[in-house]
């Protein structure tokens, strides 16, 4: 995947603003039928909203509470779905609910609740949830603080690096003929007789501006959707209600299985998540009118999670401890009134009248979904029609046989062919699945590639040659915050 901004001259069937999850689904599927297919961000790829997740890959529990059971449905579909198309990058990942007394949801509920969850689920799920008896939990889980705790019950989910997902499905569907570039920002909308024709856009890396033309645009730019609506001079009303979420990181508290947990403040649901090697607490859920471009992490989020995580598990976590937080916003659609938490995770899909689609709202564990929806409509409105292939379609670094035979054989075998250790060689599978061994084939040139970027990470140096050859890499926060993570475990770190 190499980026040439004259790669965007032509003109296309199908424009798409935004690559995050939702524009990259939607460039795959739309690649897939066979559109002439651009996409641009105004950042990197994931830079917004898909790399700020809470990683899970779910179909979630939570929803059921206010009666999302065909979001639930769906997510839970589509979460099988991507344990199948992206094996290297989404795990299964056990999840404990401590049942405790005087809580705002009671343990009958929370059982009826994983009934229907598992009911939902239906083939796709991946284990199904049982109950855990008091002193299998005390054994277990001895972090658990034991006042008022009864009990608890275990359920399934899966878990993502999200950012790299996002990159992963832009790369497919650069490799199924999509013009993709990161650092191209849409400035303007131009038209004709009232009709948008082209986008005036401006690259952000060499300076020049240019027109894109597409016979149809479509506004996937997520948080930023009502912006870029305006843009297009389209005056409806906005479409968003987005909420804040915030996350904080620590050093690996040794958890196997993630703690779904009720906020003592406010009753709300919580995650105590283990990702790759660090511990994730999150999220916060609160109405936000600050601007995506420029999100802070207040002392208030901070202390919020830190209060949620220390009033069920032990050690205590101190702030000293926090490695880094990240913060994001929800592009959720204004809908219903009601708490954050209620606001609805479907999303919509507005024609304006010069043209513009525009999506809003979602989940990143429906993407797939949502890019069938949304190309479907934008086949019909081209008056083209061939079904979607993406339902089953291998995201790039999927190996064709099965996964877990690829994933204990093949380190062995890029250990030995490149004289590098086994751990390096695992960890350079589970990031890149097949392409592990492109990224390997470097290391003929240069031995010195082998070693890791900071001492105590797995991060290896080629990998910042393949990610610039093949994964469009441009500045160092590319490599730091979504090729890899390290500028998320290691704040500090300059290159
Ligand atoms: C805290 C939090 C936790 C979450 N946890 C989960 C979870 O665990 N599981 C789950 O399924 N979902 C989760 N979600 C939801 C999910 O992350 C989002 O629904 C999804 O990432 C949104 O993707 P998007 O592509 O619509 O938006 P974004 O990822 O924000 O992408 C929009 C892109 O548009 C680009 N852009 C903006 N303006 C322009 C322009 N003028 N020109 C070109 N490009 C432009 C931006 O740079 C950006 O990259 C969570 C969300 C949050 C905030």
């Known amino acids: 995947m190499k980026r040439s901004v004259e790669a965007f001259r032509d003109e296309f069937d199908l424009l798409i603003l935004g690559g995050g999850i939702s524009g990259a689904g ?61 094996p290297h990058l989404v795990h299964p990942l056990p999840f404990l609910i401590p049942f405790h007394r005087g809580a705002r949801v009671p343990p009958w509920k929370w059982r009826a609740g994983l009934a229907l969850y598992d009911l939902l689920a239906g083939r796709s799920n991946l284990h199904r949830s049982c109950p855990v008896r008091l002193e299998t939990l005390r054994q277990e889980f001895p972090s658990l603080l034991p006042q008022e705790l009864l009990g608890g019950a275990r359920y399934f989910d899966a878990q993502m690096d999200d950012a790299r997902l996002c990159l992963e499905v832009v790369k497919t569907a650069a490799r ?6 990161n650092y191209l920002e849409a400035v303007a909308f131009e038209k004709r007789e009232g009709e948008i024709r082209s986008v005036r856009a401006v690259d952000r890396v060499g300076g020049a501006d240019f027109s894109i033309r597409a016979r149809q645009i479509l506004n996937a730019t997520g948080p930023w959707v009502d912006a870029v609506s305006s843009l297009a001079g389209d005056a409806t009303a906005a479409r968003l209600r987005p909420t804040k979420g915030v996350h904080l990181v620590a050093p690996d508290r040794g958890l196997k299985t993630a703690f779904l947990l009720l906020h003592p403040a406010d009753g709300r649901v919580f995650f105590v998540i283990p990702w790759m090697g660090r511990t994730l607490v999150g999220t916060t859920d609160t109405i936000s009118d600050e601007t ?19 009033r069920y598990l032990s050690p205590p976590l101190e702030k000293q401890d926090v490695l880094n937080t990240f913060a994001g916003l929800r592009p959720l659609i204004r809908s219903r009134p009601g708490s954050p938490s209620t606001l609805s995770r479907e999303f919509q899909v507005y024609a304006s009248a010069s043209g513009l689609l525009s999506v809003a709202g979602g989940k990143f564990t429906t993407y797939r979904r949502m890019a069938e929806v949304i190309t479907d409509r934008i086949m019909r409105r081209l008056r083209m029609w061939r079904p979607s292939r993406t339902q089953d379609y291998l995201l790039d670094g999927a190996p064709d046989g099965s996964w877990p035979e690829f994933e204990s054989t093949t380190p062995r075998e890029l250990a030995q062919h490149h004289s590098i250790s086994e751990d390096a060689a695992t960890h350079l599978v589970r990031r890149y699945g097949k392409h592990a061994v492109d990224v390997a084939s470097y290391l003929q040139q240069n031995i010195h590639l082998a070693e890791p970027v900071v001492a105590g990470e797995p991060d290896l140096r080629v990998e910042w040659v393949y990610q610039r050859e093949h994964e469009m890499a441009l500045f160092p926060e590319d490599h730091l915050l979504r090729r890899t993570r390290l500028g998320l475990f290691r704040p500090g770190i300059s290159l």
Do not use: M, W
Request: net charge negative.
């Open 26 to 86: 939607v460039a795959l599927d739309a690649a897939l039928r066979g559109l002439q297919v651009a996409l641009i961000d105004k950042g990197d790829f994931a830079s917004g909203t898909s790399s700020v997740s809470s990683k899970l890959v779910h179909g979630g529990l939570r929803y059921l509470e206010h009666g999302g059971f065909h979001l639930v449905y769906e997510a839970l579909h589509e979460r099988r779905r991507l344990l199948h198309n992206a």
């Open 176 to 181: 199924q003929g999509a013009r993709v570039a």
């Open 292 to 310: 995506p471009d420029r999100l802070a992490v207040t002392p208030e989020e901070l202390d919020y999670l830190l209060a949620g995580h220390n």
